[in-house]
C-alpha cells in the first residue's frame, strides 16, 4: 500500500522554527517531483514548496522565500521542510504530495496525499 506520512508539526511562538518531515512507504520516491501545500481554515489548500526528484531544483512560494526550505533524502524516501521565522499566517495543516503532471501550483497537479500535519503558529 503506498502511503505518505507527514509529522513534525506542532505549536510553536512566531519566530520560531519546525522541521517537517514526509515519509513514504510502498513506492520509490526517488523519481517524483514532491510537493508541500498547507490549507488554512476556511482557505484552499495552497502550494509551500516543491523538489525535482533528483533534489536540484525547488520552488517556493513568495510568501515562504527566504524562511522555508524544502529538501529529500531518496535514500531514506523522506522529504523535508524546514521552516524558519514562522509567522501566525503560516498556520495550517501541511501536506505532502507527489507531482503527476501539469502545473507545479496546482494542487490537482499531485497525488498520493498524506493525512497532514498540523502547524500553528501563535503571535
Known amino acids: 500500500q503506498v502511503r505518505l506520512v507527514e509529522s513534525g508539526g506542532g505549536l510553536v511562538q512566531a519566530g520560531g522554527s519546525l522541521r517537517l518531515s514526509c515519509a513514504a512507504s510502498g513506492v520509490s520516491f526517488g523519481g517524483y517531483t514532491m510537493g508541500w501545500f498547507r490549507q488554512a481554515p476556511g482557505k484552499e489548500r495552497e502550494f509551500v514548496a516543491g523538489s525535482e526528484w533528483r533534489g536540484g531544483t525547488t520552488l517556493y512560494a513568495d510568501s515562504v522565500k527566504g524562511r522555508f526550505t524544502i529538501s529529500r533524502d531518496n535514500a531514506k524516501n523522506t522529504l523535508y521542510l524546514q521552516m524558519n521565522s514562522l509567522k501566525p499566517e503560516d498556520t495550517g495543516i501541511y501536506y505532502c504530495?507527489?507531482?503527476?503532471?501539469?502545473?507545479?501550483?496546482?494542487?490537482?497537479?499531485?497525488?498520493?496525499w498524506g493525512q497532514g500535519t498540523q502547524v500553528t503558529v501563535s503571535s
Open positions: 504530495a507527489a507531482f503527476v503532471g501539469g502545473s507545479y501550483f496546482e494542487a490537482s497537479s499531485y497525488r498520493l
